[in-house]
Nanobody
Framework: QVQLVESGGGLVQPGGSLRLSCATS????????MGWFRQASGKQRELVAT??????TDYSDSVKGRFTISREGANMVFLQMNSLEPEGTAVYCC?????????WGQGAQIAVSS
């Protein structure tokens, strides 16, 4: 059973920064890609950023230039979020993709508010 555990969520003021961490029970190199998704209340889940096994990263237009996905070792993935906006308030989930199957963490709440 693949386990993904997020940490680092919380409350931040507009313009502030946070870093989310995702700890995995299996090597991230066993998967095709790792990613971060977010879901705001009443909205559909949105892909935020991905990093594939080769290290190529991709971002949604809404976060490009402000968020950075990275990895460290075989079991950690991070999402550095800068210049956060109130629209960034959501539950952020770490995901691991293997072929057509996605594994999910339980999510971390981010609230951007003054």
């Amino acid at each position: 059973q693949v386990q993904l555990v997020e940490s680092g969520g919380g409350l931040v003021q507009p313009g502030g920064s946070l870093r989310l961490s995702c700890a995995t029970s299996e090597s991230i190199f066993n998967f095709n890609a790792m990613g971060w998704f977010r879901q705001a209340s009443g909205k559909q889940r949105e892909l935020v950023a991905t990093i594939n096994v080769g290290g190529k990263t991709d971002y949604s237009d809404s976060v490009k230039g402000r968020f950075t996905i990275s990895r460290e070792g075989a079991n950690m993935v991070f999402l550095q979020m800068n210049s956060l906006e109130p629209e960034g308030t959501a539950v952020y989930c770490c995901s691991a993709r293997l072929v057509s199957r996605n594994y999910w963490g339980q999510g971390a709440q981010i609230a951007v508010s003054s």
